[in-house]
């Protein structure tokens, strides 16, 4: 079992919709939660990252996160053409030395159709 | 600020030949991370530096792959010799500090093993 689980796709929603994107994770060491966006031939760009259990907004985007249940999700409203790239959930643990260790999804492709 | 620099964006070789990419890093940065992402999946950790030491290689296939930083700026990661495996995107990312939550990636270096 692969510690981070994310649905691949692609999905395909219009202009305006609202967008769900949504990991599961199997190793409760995991402290933080990240999604990173992935424009094509590009490397990944933080989106956000939290912490605790509960909801985070920043703008159109809302990330999600239940550790009782290990899931994690990210909601984008008033969805754009530009959103259209992949989106990768991450983790980490802090381990000895203090170094982060990131553990990605497998990512999602989503596009936004005008 | 100039972001993470990587080359070359683009690499074609036979199996069983070397390769070599290379990596700046944002200025000041500390800790930098070279990871492997296949196509359709999410980015896979290789070796991680602290400076000019490793924090951690134990993803780094130690029989072919062989990654150094010297001065503790720019990194070289080779392959000798590479397999048709090895086919993926190679990431450079760096952090402030090993603890920072934010990762910043470069564009990546695309290598095509035939």
């Known amino acids: 079992q692969k510690e981070v689980e994310q649905d691949p796709g692609p999905l395909s929603v219009p202009e305006g919709a609202i967008v769900s994107l949504n990991c599961t994770y199997s190793?409760?060491?995991?402290?933080?939660f990240m999604w990173y966006r992935q424009y094509s031939r590009k490397g990944p760009e933080l989106l956000m990252y939290t912490y605790s259990s509960g909801n985070k907004e920043d703008g159109r985007f809302t990330a999600q996160v239940d550790k009782s249940s290990k899931y994690i999700s990210l909601f984008i409203r008033d969805s754009q053409p530009s959103d259209s790239a992949t989106y990768l959930c991450?983790?980490?643990?802090?381990?000895?030395?203090?170094?982060?260790?990131?553990?990605f999804g497998q990512g999602t492709r989503l596009t936004i159709n005008p | 600020e100039a972001g993470v620099a990587q080359s070359p964006r683009y690499k074609i070789i036979e199996k069983r030949q070397s390769v070599a990419f290379w990596c700046n890093p944002i200025?000041?940065?500390?800790?930098l991370y070279w990871y492997q992402q296949i196509l359709g999946q999410g980015p896979k950790l290789l070796i991680q530096?602290?400076?000019?030491?490793?924090?951690?290689d134990s993803q780094l296939p130690k029989d072919r792959f062989s990654a150094e930083r010297l001065k503790g700026v720019d990194s070289t990661l080779k392959i000798q010799p590479a397999k048709l495996e090895d086919s993926a995107v190679y990431l450079c990312a760096s952090s402030l500090v090993p603890t920072d939550n934010e990762q910043f990636f470069g564009p990546g270096t695309r290598l095509t093993v035939l």
């Open positions: 530096f602290q400076n000019n030491g490793v924090v951690d």
């Open positions: 200025s000041g940065h500390a800790t």
């Open positions: 991450a983790m980490s643990v802090v381990r000895l030395q203090g170094a982060q260790k990131l553990v």
């Open positions: 190793n409760s060491a995991f402290q933080y």
